[in-house]
């Protein structure tokens, strides 16, 4: 049976608990009255007729649902009719490559199918290059690019002006050129994805405004989707799906479903016919934030400006509409370009487009499934980038609504990687919008930091992080140490908007200065610092400040159920046992790894709840956190468990004590017995701890590392910390105790050879393939078992492995790597190992010939790594070599 909907089953059409939410559409009064006969139900109603909501329709019809389409004006007639239809290829960052390869197959193969030409034109794409580091990322792409058979080429300023003779070769240093980049016509291409989508069964409704949705209340869940309202009749659906691009926003925000959706306008403009022009490949010049796309014999010009003009809203009846440009704003553009291409200067303008588009605080769309409104899905907020998108989005898409998840890891699109509050702070989103807008086509460098909507989240330790000279990261809306300092500060400021609209930079750009020591593909400027930090770890002791960790209680009368089914390990374990494990999607991928604590009734505060029974203390990853939460909480809504999910993250503080010397440090601080005896690895203990001022404190003790040492993390009532915090310090302070920041952290983490979610673990990944089928037990029942099951007996087809570098080079992910000449994989991790002097990282290795993977074809070959178009000899490693027998973990320093 198809699973329509994330959870369909848990739901049904009731006209009786039914209400009917409106939100400020034009009212049916308002359109000229057509006879549409719209179908009684749907399994799924997409809203909107741009490029996201076409591709939605052809990929669900092409899989057999039965998908209806309304568009309140005429199909393109919002923001895809005036897209410029720019088709690139390569970004860093692999799920996108793929995702970009989708769309360009279904711009290859449409015609065939549909019959119907979608516009594509395939006239290649240069990527200019002003300095030898925006140089370095091109060779970065083109390395990545490999791995996906993408076809690209180095360029000399003379070899590019072979490709495009108009350009200034003296005013560049370098090219990336991809022959398979093109343009494609939006209104040829949803033309075409329309036809065969009604050729498949589904349906069409131009001017059809969507007027209100009928909305009830689960029985033990969430409010949820029930029918689609509109001036014709209504539709029963159980899913909807939100491509109503740039009035996202409008749609889901009267249900309580706030998105991070900000108009902005976006320009370019097209210039008279130009000799030699004909034929040529499109042009971005990221470090002029310029781009050319070929139309005919003109050439289109656009670009992202520091100060594009913000919008509230646009108009639910801005059909077909654009605003008169405005010059003060796109001169910068313009500016660029001609400084590039001169001939531009004397070439007459024969139009200029200026109309509303949809961004988003990090530049990437708003995708999958809402957990505020289940039902309801998004695929909204392109960020001008909708066109290219759109075939691998839509297919996605289309798998998340079938089978409650997309087979590719679409985290970095999911809705979920923000938090609700973020979500519904619209100062905040504008902010982070406007400056992922600015910096578009900045170079994008593994640690840079945002400036904008900074300090959203501060944890319990924020102050003495600061006054321990932190220089602070944010992820998912917290702020976080990523390194320490030694004598200086490096305070976040407030936001300068990037100089635009009237506002100023700081006197203190402590922390700008800071974060360019990380703009570069070498080795950091405080690559030496963080090794300082990483090396006292393992040779001493640190403080990790984990209070963002994601930290949850499993409790109710079916806990015990709910555990079994949502972990793949086993649960069922005595009071007190903290176990590692992973949980599921039904497709086996990994949608979170954590640790599960067994605990008792407390003493009614944060870290010890009063309970009726045992249950369950879940920590896991904080940039993923209301990800986590999420597929938990459905998960156990959909087996209908009598169990709650309740989420204490900003109840607690969590300092994590690591290395030879923690046990020595905790000792001070209370008369609890610590030995392996009574505390051993993977348990937790509610402990009192000895304050600066003679009081006690009982905090939770869990025997955990994500670094490969002896460690122990507190978890702490947020009412406490800081005296907490003051009394480890003090203790600590005899024996060298210094703070530690997630840079070493992820160092060591790597270096022992542990996963990190999104990187070397991902929702595409099973556990079999990552190196974890000890955490899934083979008894009973769990969520995506039946695919771990068949994956032991019948063999996978990808497998993690560690690669090390002898050279003293940098990795950081999206390397390509080799066996015996052959493409076998990239890295999704890089990391340098300060204990092992080397670089490292990790990779899903496939044989090239696709048949099932081996450890014995691992084993064996010749590996080497390309690291910026260079080769580099490497070893491969089943597991990392470091301290293989978890001796350190154990205390055993010997």
């Known amino acids: 049976m198809i699973r329509v909907g994330r959870y369909a089953l848990t739901r049904k059409w009731s006209p009786l608990s039914a209400v009917s939410l409106r939100f400020n559409s034009t009212s049916a009064t308002s359109y000229e009255r057509k006879n549409h006969v719209l179908p009684y139900s749907a399994d799924v109603v997409i809203i909107g007729g741009g490029s996201a909501g076409c591709h939605a329709l052809y990929h669900l019809t092409k899989r057999g649902i039965k998908a209806v389409l309304l568009e309140r004006s005429k199909i393109t007639s919002g923001t895809t009719w005036h897209t410029a239809g720019l088709v690139w290829r390569l970004r860093p960052n692999d799920v996108e490559i793929q995702l970009l390869a989708s769309s360009r197959n279904l711009l290859m193969s449409l015609e065939a199918e549909s019959g119907l030409d979608p516009g594509f034109i395939m006239n290649g794409g240069i990527f200019i290059a002003h300095n030898d580091v925006r140089m370095e990322e091109y060779q970065r792409l083109a390395t990545i690019g490999k791995c996906f058979d993408v076809e690209s080429h180095i360029l000399s300023p003379e070899e590019t002006k072979k490709l495009f003779p108009l350009l200034d070769s003296k005013s560049f240093t370098g090219a990336l050129y991809s022959p398979g980049d093109g343009v494609v016509d939006p209104a040829m291409l949803c033309t075409a994805l329309t036809r065969q989508a009604v050729k498949n069964g589904g349906q069409v409704f131009e001017e059809c405004p969507v007027l209100d949705l009928e909305v009830g209340q689960g029985f033990l869940g969430p409010q949820d989707v029930r029918g689609v309202i509109t001036p014709y ?13 740039v009035w996202g926003r409008d749609v889901s925000e009267k249900y309580g479903v706030h998105l991070p959706l900000i108009p902005m306008k ?60 405005d010059w003060t704003v796109f001169e910068s553009n313009y500016q660029g370009a001609v400084t590039l291409c001169p001939p531009l200067d004397n070439a007459g303008i024969k139009s200029t487009i200026c109309g509303p588009e949809s961004f988003t605080p990090d530049h990437k769309p708003l995708m999958g499934w809402d957990p505020r409104l289940d039902g309801l899905f998004h695929s909204c907020g392109y960020n001008s980038a909708g066109m290219m998108l759109g075939g691998g989005c839509g297919e996605q898409v289309a798998e998340w609504v079938i089978n409650g998840s997309p087979s590719l890891h679409m985290f970095q699109y999911d809705i979920t990687r923000f938090l609700p509050k973020q979500t519904r702070d619209h100062n905040w989103a504008t902010e982070r919008s406007h400056e992922s807008y600015a910096k578009n086509y900045s170079i994008v460098f593994p640690y840079d930091q945002p400036l904008a909507g900074r300090n959203f989240f501060q944890d319990p330790f924020h102050k003495q992080m600061i006054q321990y000279f932190a220089v602070m990261e944010e ?15 490096a305070k976040v400021q407030p936001y300068h908007w990037y100089e635009s609209y009237g506002h100023k930079r700081a006197p203190d750009s402590s922390y700008e200065e800071q974060l360019k020591k990380d703009y570069r593909f070498g080795f950091s400027e405080v690559h030496d610092l963080i090794g300082e930090e990483a090396t006292e770890c393992r040779n ?66 944060p870290h010890a709840p009063i309970l009726k029974r045992p249950g369950y203390y879940i920590v896991a990853g904080g940039a993923s956190a209301y990800h986590t939460v999420s597929h938990l909480k459905y998960a156990i809504l959909d087996k209908a468990f009598r169990a709650q999910i309740t989420d204490v993250t900003q109840d607690l503080g969590v300092l994590s004590l690591q290395g030879r010397n923690s046990r020595e440090i905790l000792t001070k601080l209370t008369d609890y017995d610590l030995s392996n005896d009574n505390l051993p690895p993977n348990s937790t203990a509610i402990v009192k701890l000895k304050l600066p001022t003679g009081e006690c404190q009982h905090v939770r003790v869990i025997r955990v590392s994500f670094v490969g040492e002896l460690g122990y993390e507190l978890h702490i009532p947020k009412a406490y910390c800081e005296q907490v915090y003051n009394a480890v ?23 022992k050879g542990y996963h990190l979610w999104g990187f070397d673990l991902r929702s595409d990944d099973t556990p079999i393939e990552a190196n974890l089928g000890f955490t899934c037990r083979k008894k009973g029942e769990y969520k995506g078992k039946a695919v ?11 497998k993690l492995a560690f690669f090390t570098l002898d050279e003293q080079i940098p990795v950081w992910g999206l390397e390509t790597v080799y066996r015996n000449g052959e493409i076998v994989g990239h890295l999704r991790r890089g990391e340098y190992g300060y204990t092992l002097q080397k670089p490292i990282g990790q990779s899903y290795i496939r044989k090239p010939n696709g048949e099932k993977m081996d450890d014995d074809f691992l084993k064996t070959g010749n590996y080497e790594i390309e690291i910026m178009g260079k080769l580099h000899k490497a070893t491969c490693h089943l597991r990392s070599p470091f301290d293989q027998k978890n001796a350190r973990i154990q205390g055993n320093y010997n």
């Open 266 to 325: 976006h320009a370019y403009i097209v210039t008279e016919s130009m000799d030699g022009v004909k034929g040529l490949p499109n042009v971005r010049d990221h470090d002029s934030s310029v781009y050319f796309r070929i139309q005919g014999e003109s050439i289109c010009v656009g670009g992202y400006e520091n100060c594009p003009i913000l919008l509230d809203k646009v108009p639910h009846d801005f059909q077909f509409g654009l605003y008169e440009l």
């Open 233 to 245: 009749g209504t539709i029963k659906t159980n899913t909807v799906v939100n491509a109503t691009g």
């Open 788 to 798: 771990v099951d068949k994956q032991r007996a019948e063999g996978i087809f990808k």
């Open 540 to 605: 001493n002791v640190v403080v990790f400040n984990l209070s963002y960790f994601c930290k949850l209680y499993l409790t109710g009368r079916d806990a015990d159920k709910a555990a079994e089914y949502l972990f793949t390990g086993d649960t069922a374990k005595p009071l007190n046992k903290t176990i590692y494990t992973c949980a599921l999607n039904d497709c086996g991928g990994v949608e979170a790894d954590v640790t599960v604590s067994v605990i008792d009734t407390g003493i009614g505060e």
């Open 729 to 751: 310090m003090n203790a600590g302070g005899p024996l060298g105790l210094r703070n530690a920041g997630y840079r070493s952290l992820y160092s060591m983490s790597s270096e």
């Open 475 to 489: 992820k998912q809306g917290w702020e976080r140490p990523g390194y320490f300092l030694t004598e200086s500060f």
